[in-house]
């Protein structure tokens, strides 16, 4: 939709006037969420949440579906449990599951395995992310910390959002990267021509990525990545930004020209996570195993 301003609305803040004309069932988060990413512009212009208007300036807001209420419906999906108490239950993720049921896809995600194997979940009725504080793609495998009450839920969100938590990831990348360590300090936003991917953008959110190289292949470098902040696709755009994508990757690489490797998604694992436990705070550290198809894939880069 597009709106034009008046002399009633001069010198207002864009994020409020949005929020006036936006539906009910629309946040101030979202909005301010959409603003930044530039899904609501002024004059086909990227402005700040708190931008003052002008009278005349044409503002462009696509809206969402309305949410609709769902009930999730838990299925017998086995689960790999690293860990698991009254407060959290830790997994390891395989590969092509998708974390959390979205309004038009609400079956076979992790989020179903866990209201069957977890009798415990509390204050989730209706919801489509019970528990989620962090998420891993679809097609990425390894650690991912699920709350399993308010509680332990604030205190994780808010581990994430401080960056208190720290996370280790190994992949593998297209291409032999020379340097043994290196920092990609390159801000992340949502990609203005194809709204599925990210992009390095000069007006984006601050994401720092650190790397470490472990072995050099022919084709392919294995590497262990660090990320400080926690950007949708982060790794992935990153380490494309630096001319190495991930080998598998169909967003942001080759995608299925390295099948010839064995590589059958993108290259990506959550190998240790540390997180504080929301009611001890005791210091809790946890590695998920390599899958069998990251291996294979590491064997058959080795026989080149």
């Not at 002008?54 to 609709?68: A, H, I, Q, S, T």
């Not at 977890?118 to 989730?124: A, L, N, S, T, Y």
């Not at 990525?209 to 292949?217: D, G, Q």
Request: proline content about 6%.
């Amino acid at each position: 939709m597009e709106i034009q301003v008046t002399a009633r609305e001069k010198g207002w803040r864009l994020d409020k006037f949005v929020q006036e004309i936006a539906p009910s069932w629309i946040s101030r988060t979202y909005i301010q969420k959409a603003i930044k990413s530039g899904e609501i512009i002024v004059n086909n212009e990227i402005k700040k949440p708190s931008y003052k208007l002008k009278k005349g300036d044409v503002v462009f807001f696509e809206l969402p579906e309305e949410p609709k209420k769902v009930e999730i419906v838990p299925e017998n999906i086995p689960i790999d449990v690293i860990y698991e108490d009254r407060d959290i239950i830790v997994i390891n993720k395989a590969p092509g599951v998708v974390t959390h049921p979205t309004p038009s896809f609400i079956s076979g995600t992790l989020v179903n395995a866990l209201m069957y194997h977890c009798k415990d979940f509390q204050g989730i009725s209706g919801e489509l992310r019970p528990g989620i504080v962090h998420r891993l793609d679809k097609d990425t495998s390894g650690v991912i910390v699920v709350a399993k009450n308010d509680k332990a839920h604030q205190s994780l969100s808010s581990q994430f959002k401080e960056r208190l938590t720290e996370k280790t990831y190994i992949a593998i990348t297209s291409g032999v990267i020379k340097k043994d360590y290196g920092t990609i300090d390159v801000p992340l936003g949502r990609n203005p021509v194809v709204r599925t991917k990210m992009a390095p953008l000069e007006w984006g959110k601050s994401a720092l990525t650190y790397y470490k190289v472990l072995k050099r292949f022919k084709v392919a470098t294995l590497v262990l990545a660090f990320p400080k902040t926690g950007r949708t696709h982060q790794i992935r755009v990153h380490m494309k930004y630096i001319g190495h994508p991930l080998l598998g990757d169909e967003l942001y690489g080759k995608g299925k020209k390295d099948e010839i490797f064995g590589v059958k998604r993108q290259m990506l694992h959550a190998l240790r996570l540390s997180i504080f436990h929301p009611t001890t705070g005791k210091k809790m550290i946890f590695v998920a195993p390599l899958p069998s198809d990251f291996k294979r894939v590491i064997k058959n880069l080795s026989e080149i």
